[in-house]
């Protein structure tokens, strides 16, 4: 799973800004595309994106580590 296009995608579900979402989580406009280009990201600021967007990411890479241990 690649974090930064999962929360874009989210983002954009949620019909907010770019400008709107870096307000939230406390960063600038040109961090959030950062953000979206990254595959992996800090836990702390996933927390933080997670309770902006109402949106539980760690519920989903849960999910895909369960898959991939199922595969063996």
């Known amino acids: 799973m690649h974090v930064g296009?999962?929360?874009q995608e989210k983002l954009k579900e949620k019909?907010?800004?770019v400008t709107w979402f870096a307000a939230q989580?406390?960063?600038t406009?040109?961090?959030v595309y950062?953000?979206?280009r990254k595959s992996s990201i800090d836990t702390e600021l996933l927390e933080r994106i997670s309770l902006v967007l109402d949106y539980d990411?760690?519920?989903d890479i849960s999910?895909?580590?369960h898959l991939k241990n199922s595969k063996g």
Do not use: V
């Open 34 to 36: 950062k953000i979206f």
């Open 63 to 65: 999910h895909t580590i």
């Open 25 to 27: 989580i406390c960063c």
């Open 57 to 59: 990411f760690f519920e």
């Open 15 to 17: 019909r907010c800004s």
């Open 29 to 31: 406009r040109s961090h």
């Open 5 to 7: 296009k999962h929360i």
